[in-house]
């Protein structure tokens, strides 16, 4: 497998109705310095180990020819969103006209120059709500298992589980 660069991950507010025009200036900046990036919106991502998950596991299933997606960003993105279908992911995880908060994950290249206003992101994503959970399509039965454990790690064992689904 080919060396894998370290997944940075910003979190950063937008104004509403702002969002994908940020997102287009963001895949801008980094298409002009050879960097790849993906945009999301940040109530579908549990933390930056979400995003390195994601990240990996496209990684992993490029070199070994299983990927489903043309490129790294749209690999990372089916599994970030726990999807099979690339369509389902779109729909999942992308931001929209109502998004407030965006996620940078730069996955590629030369490394971009953080934003004023851009924070790092947590590891994992603390006091996430059932709500939120059931949002990104975790059912009730399974968010019942979670008990004492961090609610985000769920996520990253559907991250995990794209590898099952796409066979």
């Known amino acids: 497998m080919r060396k894998t660069m370290d997944t940075s991950v910003w979190v950063a507010r937008t104004e509403l109705g702002r969002a994908k025009e940020d997102m287009g200036m963001i895949l801008e900046k980094a298409r002009s310095i050879g960097a790849e990036v993906l945009v999301l919106d940040a ?13 990996y596991h496209a990684r992993k299933a490029i070199d070994e020819k299983r990927n489903s997606a ?74 019942a298992t979670i008990g004492s454990r961090n609610p985000s790690e769920i996520i990253l064992e559907k991250v995990a589980a794209v590898d099952i689904l796409k066979k």
Do not use: N
């Not at 109530?43 to 990240?55: I, W």
């Open 43 to 55: 109530d579908m991502v549990f933390g930056k180990d979400h995003m390195s998950s994601a990240a």
């Open 70 to 143: 043309d490129s790294l960003a749209m690999e990372t993105l089916l599994y970030a969103s726990g999807q099979r279908q690339l369509s389902g992911a779109i729909d999942k995880m992308s931001v929209t006209e109502d998004t407030t908060r965006i996620v940078i994950a730069q996955l590629s290249g030369p490394e971009i120059i953080s934003e004023k206003g851009w924070e790092p992101m947590e590891p994992l994503a603390e006091d996430v709500s059932s709500e939120r959970l059931a949002k990104y399509g975790v059912s009730e039965r399974e968010q």
